[in-house]
């Protein structure tokens, strides 16, 4: 049976009073029935070998800011376990070790785990392998587990289906039983770029995103003037607000960019990020999941504790010699993680407030986001290696956002459809062309931020060894010198934002 938000055992009244980790009347909510057909799986991501490489780098990160395989203190060990969405199954074989009297069981859509039969005897007889979609009901007892956890499903999990789960999981948690939940927002690693189009009314160079409710338009430095154009439901919003000022017709901007056409920028992304948005958008992912979990949690949940936001700077370009040696002098600094992973009770104050306040806290802490750049470049490989286990479902927002021209000489408003645009059908399918251009261009920005060969030569004064350098490297120096050397704001810029909680059943 599908599980949907109409299922939620969630109490008919929740407000402020009722809890404190929210300021959100939950009566008001709407509660309609999921957007996912029973059965469906939702998995943009392709699970390869590369992808499992990393999990198991971040199953040692975690343990080793942790101290532990959980972020709680146990007093002692859990009877019985339940590891959602277990992948290859290490943390769960690493737990049955640990905790040598207690049943684990790991439940995963992917049959991946190791046979039973090559584990040791000692733990393979108290460990279980379950196959199972973790959007429908699960098929376990009521208050058959002591202790489940369930990390980074938010690429797994609808926005609109996270009470259901959550519900569900209390169900099967023994009264004060143990919830552990480490999650990370679906960041889409890139540098802010400064565009040269010249916008109406202004004889300036600016780059401008503008982003509301109904309307997303994002100006490049292609070619023409505006990129893309994406309006819901329906919403007509005129050329004069679009273009920012009434006193300059976008025809005629559009005439002066045409008489000198510009190449497009090979550090703009923001077309593939705004199909990486799209993308969630198509499965109803949320992109904050970190935003959105303490009011989901506090529905089935009364008591819960988390630590700060861990949030990961992007790091810096191999162009940025001066910037990439203070990177590389300070990361030395040491953090103490269990200052870091320091549970405390998720905060009485409004959740937009409270998020802010661990952030500011993670900012102001003595030595703690500095050191963070020791780890910014295996976080970003990370992120990246989950973006790219996504391509093609990247590829089909791309497609719909974009149609077969990705830099429009006017303006287009999709409506509320599926279809892509198809003015000009073409049997090679050009738009494919612009797509890996724009991903080989991505890919090597992100090879060029996440080496440690630039950080090498800038802290150590190396030269370029000899050989054919990589290609990351050759896209970087064919990059034109005003592009390479151009301040880019780096200041707010994250690769990866991630946090744990803990949650109490009463």
């Known amino acids: ?55 198991h780098w971040d199953h040692m990160f975690i343990t080793n800011c942790c101290r532990s395989l959980t972020l709680y203190d146990f007093d002692g060990p859990p009877s019985t376990i339940l590891d959602l969405g277990c992948g290859r199954g290490l943390w769960a074989i690493e ?60 690429l797994h999990i609808p926005e609109d289906e996270w009470p259901s789960v959550l519900a569900e999981i209390a169900r099967i948690l023994t009264p004060h039983g143990v919830l552990e939940v480490i999650e990370e927002d679906l960041l889409f690693p890139c540098q802010s770029t400064r565009s040269h189009d010249v916008t109406p009314g202004s004889g300036k160079s600016s780059g401008s995103s503008t982003q509301g409710s109904n309307t997303v338009m994002t100006t490049t430095s292609s070619h023409k003037s505006v990129s893309s ?19 300059t017709s976008l025809p005629s901007v559009l005439d002066a960019e045409l008489k000198h056409p510009k190449p497009p920028d090979p550090q703009d992304h923001s077309r593939l990020q705004r199909a990486w948005e799209e993308m969630l958008d198509t499965y109803f992912l949320s992109p904050q999941p970190l935003s959105v979990l303490p009011l989901y949690l506090s529905l089935s949940f009364s008591n819960i504790q988390t630590h700060p936001v861990l949030q990961i700077p ?26 870091l992973f320091e549970l405390r009770a998720l905060s009485a104050q409004p959740s937009f407030e409270a998020d802010y306040s661990a952030r500011a806290s993670m900012m102001t802490a003595e030595g703690s986001q500095r050191s963070m750049s020791s780890w910014a470049c295996m976080h970003l490989a990370r992120t990246v290696r989950t973006i790219v286990g996504c391509k093609e479902s990247i590829w089909s927002a791309y497609e719909r956002l974009y149609g077969e021209d990705p830099t429009p ?19 090679t399918n050009p738009l494919r062309d612009y ?72």
Not at 128 to 148: A, I, M, R
Not at 229 to 247: I, P, V, Y
Not at 315 to 329: A, F, G, I, V
């Open 409 to 427: 000489v006017v303006i287009r408003t999709q409506r509320k459809t599926t279809a892509p645009w198809t003015e000009r059908p073409s049997p």
């Open 314 to 339: 992007l790091p810096r370009n191999s162009s940025d010699k001066q910037q990439l040696t203070t990177q590389h002098s300070i990361s030395a600094v040491q953090l103490d993680p269990a200052t």
């Open 95 to 154: 737990i049955a070790k640990q905790w040598q009297g207690s049943r684990v069981v790991g439940f995963d859509i992917e049959r991946m785990q190791p046979p039973l039969d090559i584990v040791e005897k000692s733990v393979s007889r108290r460990l279980k392998w379950v196959q199972g979609n973790l959007l429908e009901q699960l098929p376990f007892s009521t208050g058959q587990f002591d202790f489940v956890r369930m990390v980074r499903m938010g």
């Open 229 to 247: 154009l994406k309006a819901k439901n329906n919403t007509n919003t005129s050329l004069d607000t679009l273009s920012g000022t009434s006193s």
């Open 435 to 506: 797509f890996e251009r724009d991903w080989i261009n991505w890919e090597n920005d992100m090879a060029d931020r996440t080496s440690v060969r630039g950080r090498m030569r800038a802290e150590l004064a190396w030269s370029e060894p000899i050989g054919k350098p990589p290609d990351w490297r050759l896209w970087r120096n064919s990059l034109p010198k005003e592009d390479v050397c151009s301040s880019r704001d780096e200041s707010a810029e994250y690769c990866r934002s991630l946090r744990g909680f803990v949650c109490f059943k009463s």
């Open 1 to 55: 049976m599908a599980i949907g938000i109409s299922h939620t055992h969630a109490p008919s009244s929740f407000t402020m009073n009722d809890s404190p980790h929210t300021n959100i009347n939950v009566e008001l909510l709407p509660l309609p029935k999921c957007r996912r057909l029973p059965g469906d799986v939702i998995s943009p991501l392709t699970y390869t070998n590369d992808i499992v490489n990393f999990d």
